[in-house]
């Protein structure tokens, strides 16, 4: 049972263009979520995070948009670089519930920017 | 300056042997955490620990026995492995419980049983 959904696997996108990144997730009591960016071989890194109580947070090229209604999330990189080629996760939690902040993860989508 | 380091990043072994994981923070963080990410890729929460105490356990075979030692430091021992137990097992800390914070994650032990 998916919580966190990243249906597309891949994208590709040219230098200096805007790269979007979705997620979806199907649990109401998630409030906090996450992108981290991962490189082969190397740990995932934080890049961003959006409280369900905003519905935008922007981090200089970063910025992660939450549509709680639709429970989805999208995650824009304005302008692309070929550096920011990397697998990109998001991921949510729920501080009430049981679960204790416990982070859900998806699949992941691997972004390649093109030169 | 390494945040949340893992050794070994490698680990080849034959199936049936004992082995451990070692992982050290030094964010002076309350919170420390087990991942698994398996051939489907997906990243799996086992073990959660604040301040040397289990929070999360996550249906984890018993085989799988973390220790604290205190608070910048958490060991995954892993008991009679078996060929199911071949991943990358991930470190990482937070500030403390419960979430609304971000996890930081070390570089990953790739671990594969022959």
């Known amino acids: 049972d998916q919580q966190v959904k990243q249906n597309s696997p891949s994208l590709s996108v040219q230098e200096g263009r805007i790269s979007i990144l979705n997620c979806d997730y199907t649990?109401?009591?998630?409030?906090?979520f996450l992108w981290y960016k991962k490189y082969p071989a190397e740990g995932p890194t934080f890049l961003i995070s959006?409280?369900?109580?905003?519905d935008k947070n922007e981090d200089g090229r970063f910025t992660v948009f939450l549509n709680k209604s639709a429970k989805h999330l999208s995650l824009h990189i304005v302008p692309s670089q070929p550096g920011d080629s990397a697998v990109y996760f998001c991921a949510a939690s729920a501080r009430y519930g049981g679960s204790q902040g416990n982070l859900i993860f998806g699949k992941g989508t691997k972004l390649s920017v093109k030169p | 300056d390494t945040a949340v380091s893992q050794t070994p990043k490698y680990l080849v072994t034959q199936m049936g042997n004992d082995k451990s994981i070692k992982c050290e923070q030094n964010l002076g963080h309350d919170t420390m955490y087990w991942y698994k990410q398996d051939s489907k890729k997906f990243l799996k929460i086992m073990f959660s620990y604040n301040n040397k105490e289990l929070i999360i356990n996550e249906t984890v075979p018993n085989r799988f026995s973390p220790k604290s030692p205190d608070k910048a430091h958490l060991n995954l021992h892993i008991n009679s492995l078996e060929l199911g137990d071949s991943a990358v097992y991930f470190c990482?800390?937070?500030?403390?419980?419960?979430?609304?914070?971000?996890?930081?994650f070390g570089d990953g032990t790739r671990l594969s049983i022959l």
């Open positions: 959006i409280s369900s109580i905003k």
């Open positions: 990482a800390s937070s500030q403390t419980l419960p979430g609304n914070q971000p996890q930081h």
């Open positions: 649990n109401s009591m998630f409030d906090y």
